[in-house]
């Protein structure tokens, strides 16, 4: 598998394609007599590669250089990276709107929306960036993790504005109906949208791409079993609430949904758990030999090695930079969701499904597209499979843990129609993966599933309209169809 090239005392390997020299050094002694020290790498670029740091990822450079790292952030991962940081503006503004006028809630909503963008784009540069210093199945669990954090920070900004009281009729605002469509629009949105731009873009220069069987059958069966989690809870509620036979209070019925949905959250953490150790302990080789073969294929693998990159240092304050934003953005987005929903007539299931998911998936679209774009397919549904497993089987567990921490009845109890529409587009995606192979007509269809799923979602009425509309009932009572009813008990 190696090969080696002696030249004077220093050694050159060759492995995968890249270059390593490991040279030996030699100090002179006061008896005279040079004694040899342990070899150090060099790699591709010439750059002294530090312990512990993979050589693709050594900058060549320690600590933190203000003009290496605005250059090198700017310069991002791609052209269509590069292009979304033309939005950094938006960030000092959207900050400046919401303190200096609060009161134009479309603005602050509006401005914080596109200043989420480069933020969460940075938190994916930056976690690209790391990536390169370590192993790479950890390197690619690690991003993909990162690239969920801009996820996991509304989800939780969006529980903790949560109140769900209708006695508290001055700050009642209850979120959970957009929390939940939330979980399941960014599945959507990983699934259909990002996974169809993949196989849209690489099909746009090639008649076909492949990718290999041990990312897409895991990633198929982790999908199905995560799709069965989240969906249990609606059956078992929907079951009992239509029951003739079954003699349960609505407020019964309520706490063992909640019951059901928490065990339910734990079972599938655990399940999360296992898919991790599985890539990174008893599989590892497997997808280190995949994912190994895929950098081969890189059509700009020559330039992105040559690529200035971030020191170890400089990963973590982009990573500290970009999350702050993101959460700043967060708390002012969040807070403007109920003004946007009620008065401006956009329903929970739009905002939930499609809105949100959008500008928290952004980074991680853009990232996994470009690997699409330079033949790297195992890479690219590595990050989208990786980041939608990570939604259903985590982050989204994870807010129902939390609110149970908290005292709130956060539970996984979906509406049938996001139900329905989870459950159609794991069994499309899973199709797709089945042989292995993409095209640009795959992807088409699936981008154009996702509208289908959009324009539905826009047109979903809230519980005000006369619907069932979301799970929670609003501080207004009363009866109106078995529609009605079926919305109070929840």
């Known amino acids: 598998m190696f090969g080696r090239r002696k030249e004077k005392g220093r050694a050159t390997t060759h492995a995968s394609g ?4 490991l040279a030996n050094t030699y100090e002179p002694k006061e008896d005279g007599v040079q ?64 303190y200096t006028h609060p009161e134009a809630h479309v603005w602050v909503f509006a401005l914080n929306y596109i200043a989420m963008v480069p933020s969460a784009n940075l938190i994916g540069f930056a976690g690209q960036e790391l990536a390169r210093k370590l192993p790479k199945v950890f390197g690619v669990l690690l991003e993909t993790f990162l690239g969920g ?28 109906p957009v929390i939940r469509a939330a979980i399941l629009g960014s599945i959507l949105a990983n699934l259909l949208l990002c996974m169809g731009f993949c196989f849209f873009a690489g099909g746009l220069r090639r008649d076909e791409q492949s990718f290999d069987a041990a990312i897409s059958e895991v990633g198929s069966g982790l999908l199905l079993m995560a799709g ?5 809870p609606a059956a078992f509620f929907t079951s009992l609430s239509g029951s003739t036979t079954v003699d349960i209070t609505p407020d019964g019925l309520r706490e063992r949904v909640l019951t059901v949905s928490r065990i339910t959250s734990v079972i599938q953490m655990l399940a999360f758990l296992l898919y991790v150790w599985f890539q990174m302990r008893t599989h590892h080789s497997i997808y280190d030999g995949v994912l190994e073969r895929d950098e081969q294929r890189d059509d700009d693998r020559h330039k992105d090695l040559k690529k200035a990159k971030l020191t170890l240092t400089e990963c973590i304050l982009a990573l500290a930079i970009a999350i702050t934003c993101v959460s700043l953005h967060a708390v002012f987005l969040v807070s403007e969701i109920e003004y946007i929903v009620h008065t401006r007539h956009i329903s929970d299931a739009f905002m939930g499904l499609i809105l949100v998911p959008l500008v928290e998936k952004t980074a991680e679209h ?7 774009w330079d033949n790297q397919m195992n890479f690219a549904l590595a990050h989208v499979l990786g980041a939608t497993i990570q939604t259903a089987l985590f982050n989204g567990p994870l807010v129902v843990i939390v609110g149970w921490g908290l005292g709130k009845a956060m539970d996984l109890n979906f509406e049938i129609f996001n139900a329905a ?35 539905a979602a826009f047109s979903y009425p809230n519980p005000s309209e006369g619907s069932a509309g979301t799970s929670e009932a609003s501080p207004t009572t009363g009866e109106h169809g078995g529609a009605e009813k079926l919305r109070s008990i929840r």
């Open 421 to 455: 529409v989870l459950i159609l587009a794991i069994i499309v995606a899973g199709n797709f993966l089945r042989d292995s192979k993409s095209n640009y007509l795959e992807g088409a269809l699936c981008i154009l599933i996702y509208i289908i799923i959009a324009v």
């Open 149 to 176: 954090i801009v996820e996991i920070v509304l989800f939780m900004v969006l529980l903790h504005r949560n109140n769900d009281d209708p006695t508290d009729v001055e700050r009642y605002n209850n979120l959970v």
């Open 18 to 21: 890249q270059d390593v020299e």
């Open 366 to 372: 853009l990232t996994a597209v470009d690997e699409a």
């Open 228 to 232: 069965f989690g989240l969906t249990i």
């Open 35 to 98: 004694h040899k020290h342990p070899p150090s790498r060099i790699n591709h670029n010439g750059d002294k590669v530090t312990k512990g740091i993979h050589p693709h990822g050594e900058s060549g450079r320690k600590g933190v250089h203000p003009h290496h790292f605005v250059r090198i952030s700017a310069r991002s991962t791609s052209k269509l990276s590069m292009a979304v940081n033309v939005l950094w503006p938006f960030v000092p503004v959207a900050i400046a709107v919401r």
